[in-house]
């Protein structure tokens, strides 16, 4: 093609795309949450929990989709009972899957959930119990073992893409994604600054991004639809961690536009900030959708830890995130910290619409993806989690541990630690010598103790808890 006809054609593809542009305005406020349209090759979705076991062996191990939003409270989902912000591909996330009520992060802050998400490990045995501050040398070591590495070696294509907070510098002076064991990656060490709007700090691979154009939220989709796109005929593992709602927020106006009756602009731009996430995860769906990568894909969404507190720190007035009925925010040991909204999809095992009240955790991700993916892991590698394929199929889950956290500058006084045993939460002091007891099947707002009541209940989870904390801090051996 010589050079003046490329030049015509160019110009035609310019105003074609203008008149596109045009029309899609129109139509973009009734797209912003068009949900994913049904595939027909996906026919009944009817699981065979027998006969997942055998599929998950060979060339038929899943795709998995890991979805992470930054603070977003347990409250903040339709599907969780929020009535203020519009998460319409969430709650078809919810409805085509399997809606946790008692889902947990392993800490109530940044740095500690996520590297338990990677590892499968209780934080204080990483080394790593709160935010990490840029500089600071605290990360997540090279020889931990990640999920990412695990899937890795055995074949996967490997992706991350928005924040990672497992490091404090990302300028390859400590380990980055990929010694953690994704091949590709685009991130940030924190947040997305300034903000979540036309990010300056993005490092792609190694390499500093340089000025993005784009919103955060669409820039690590987009970035995920093309690995999609890269991958295929193989394997893949792909974490979305969204800056959002984190601050700073930053809402595009489109998007605050959903809530003509919110006067607050501070928290329209909290709701359009999920609800953005909510429609750049429809956006993605619908990939896997035409891709026809629905069926055999694992997506799982849920948070890192509770909602930030309002006008906590100079540049939270966007905060307007909600932990529901539960007790306390980010930063506490009671519920309110540390659950959230937890939902896996994945048509050919998990009954579309299912709930389950069962603790599940973030530690519980890498046993889990692990064994889905048929991939072993090695038994002296000490993990605190259990793989959640029984709870997949509709069967029991037994947990070889009760979960444990520890979050020495929590915010909950005077409790520090907590441990979870079924339906029991029992808080303590650091010095374990005050604890307090809940029911949450019957208390979930941890307002009414069973202390007084329950004194050998409390005798034996104290007990446990000790036992576990002495072992995460390596002052004792293992303990099972
Ligand atoms: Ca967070």
Redesign the pocket.
């Known amino acids: 093609m010589n050079r003046r006809l490329s030049f015509a054609w160019k110009l035609l593809i310019v105003a074609v795309l203008a008149l596109d542009a045009g029309a899609q305005t129109v139509r973009q406020k009734a797209d912003i949450f068009r949900a994913g349209e049904k595939d027909p090759s996906i026919g009944e979705n009817r699981p065979d929990p027998s006969a997942n076991l055998n599929r998950l062996s060979g060339v038929d191990r899943p795709n998995f989709v890991f979805l992470l939003c ?2 977003l409270g347990y409250g903040d989902l339709g599907c969780y009972g929020n009535t203020n912000i519009l998460t319409p591909n969430l709650d078809k996330l919810a409805a085509d899957g399997l809606r946790l009520t008692d889902c947990y992060s392993a800490a109530p ?2 740095s500690p ?1 996520r590297a338990a998400l990677l590892t499968g490990r209780i934080p204080q045995r990483l080394g790593i119990d709160d ?1 990490i501050k840029p500089g600071s040398g605290v990360h997540l070591k090279r020889d931990e073992t990640t999920i990412a590495q695990l899937l890795r070696k055995a074949g996967y294509k490997t992706a991350l893409f928005g924040k990672l907070h497992t490091n404090s510098r990302l300028d390859g002076s400590e380990p980055t994604p990929t010694d953690y064991g994704f091949q590709s990656w685009l991130c940030t060490q924190n947040n997305a600054l300034p903000s979540h709007q036309s990010p300056t700090n993005f490092v792609r691979n190694g390499k500093p991004a340089g000025p993005m154009r784009g919103h955060a939220t669409s820039i690590v989709v987009d970035e995920a639809i093309n690995f999609i796109e890269r991958s295929a005929g193989s394997s893949f593992l792909i974490f979305i961690t969204f800056h959002a709602p ?1 601050e700073p927020i930053s809402t595009p106006s489109r998007i605050t536009s959903l809530y003509p009756g919110e006067t607050n602009a501070n928290r329209a731009a909290y709701f359009g900030s999920v609800s953005m996430v909510d429609a750049e995860i429809g956006r993605l769906l619908r990939t896997l959708d035409g891709r026809l990568l629905r069926n055999n894909t694992v997506v799982m969404f849920t ?3 509770g909602p930030e507190t309002l006008n906590r720190y100079k540049g939270s007035e966007h905060s307007y995130g909600s932990p529901g009925a539960l007790r306390g925010m ?1 930063l506490h040991v009671t519920d309110g910290g540390f659950r959230v909204p937890g939902i896996i999809r994945w048509p050919q095992v998990v009954q579309a619409g299912s709930v389950s009240a069962e603790p599940v955790s973030g530690l519980d991700l890498l046993p889990t993806f692990a064994e889905l993916a048929g991939v072993p892991v090695a038994k002296e590698l000490r993990l605190d989690g259990t793989s959640i394929l029984p709870l997949l199929q509709g069967k029991e889950l037994k947990r070889k541990q009760p979960l444990y956290w520890e979050y020495p500058a929590a915010l909950s006084t005077p409790w520090k630690l907590a441990l979870r045993d079924g339906p029991w939460k029992l808080l303590s002091t650091p010095d374990f010598s005050r604890f307090d007891l809940f029911n949450l099947a019957s208390n979930p707002s941890e307002s009414a103790s069973m202390t007084p009541l329950e004194t050998n209940r409390v005798a034996q989870m104290s007990r446990r808890l000790r036992e576990l904390h002495a072992e995460v801090h390596g002052l004792a051996a293992p303990v099972q």
């Open positions: 930054d603070d802050v940044c959930s935010w984190h948070s890192d830890n980010k």
